[in-house]
T-cell receptor, first 115, second 112 residues
Framework: AQKVTQAQTEISVVEKEDVTLDCVYE???????LFWYKQPPSGELVFLIR??????QNEISGRYSWNFQKSTSSFNFTITASQVVDSAVYFC????????????FGAGTRLFVKA | SQTIHQWPATLVQPVGSPLSLECTVE??????LYWYRQAAGRGLQLLFY??????ISSEVPQNLSASRPQDRQFILSSKKLLLSDSGFYLC???????????FGSGTRLTVV
């Protein structure tokens, strides 16, 4: 069975601090896809990044970076120099290449960035 | 790019009443469609998904049903709502490649 674990329920930081959101996944499939989504207070989820199981390159996009490590089944997300607008719930998710490409989400991590 | 329309945004319904939530997709054809529910302060639970017209897969046994009468229309229904049906319902769309989902703005349902 597939599973995504986000052990951090809530994180609170002060603006300009760096913060890392942890994600650990479980699957027996060799082909899979990992995602991060952001859910601001408005409620609509916004896609941030996708990574496939064959590409372990880390990625950086502005203040966001992602560290994918198959050896530890982790896909962690770091926000550098956090801003108040980063306050949201962040979801890590796992999708397989079968079964309608349905996606399993972690429980989410609520990030509070204080000014 | 895809756009998903969901309505209503907020709904308060009494226990035992019926439910119909509609989701329509623009900007794509033959997408995979999904209904998720998010209970207060919790993660997203996949309820149903559809890979084509009339094709519905249910992920959890429950009081709800789904239908896909048209390519870009996905409906979530219930004949009699329970208190436990309260939550935030999100419709999502994806083409048959494993790209990220596009989500609708959601419906916040409160059953009283």
């Amino acid at each position: 069975a597939q599973k995504v674990t986000q052990a951090q329920t809530e994180i609170s930081v002060v603006e300009k601090e760096d913060v890392t959101l942890d994600c650990v996944y479980e699957t027996r499939d060799t082909t899979y896809y990992l995602f991060w989504y952001k859910q601001p207070p408005s409620g609509e989820l916004v896609f941030l990044i996708r990574r496939n199981s064959f590409d372990e390159q880390n990625e950086i996009s502005g203040r966001y970076s992602w560290n994918f490590q198959k050896s530890t089944s982790s896909f962690n997300f770091t926000i550098t120099a956090s801003q108040v607008v980063d306050s949201a719930v962040y979801f890590c998710a796992l999708s397989l290449n079968t079964g309608g490409f349905k996606t399993i989400f972690g429980a989410g991590t609520r990030l509070f960035v204080k000014a | 790019s895809q756009t998903i329309h969901q309505w209503p945004a907020t709904l308060v319904q009494p226990v035992g009443s019926p439910l119909s939530l509609e989701c329509t997709v623009e900007g794509t054809s033959n997408p995979n469609l999904y209904w998720y529910r998010q209970a207060a302060g919790r993660g997203l639970q996949l309820l149903f998904y559809s890979v084509g017209i009339g094709q519905i897969s249910s992920e959890v046994p429950q009081n709800l049903s789904a239908s896909r009468p048209q390519d870009r229309q996905f409906i979530l229904s219930s004949k009699k709502l329970l208190l436990s049906d309260s939550g935030f319902y999100l419709c999502a769309s994806r083409k048959d490649r494993p790209y990220g989902y596009t989500f609708g703005s959601g419906t916040r349902l409160t059953v009283v």
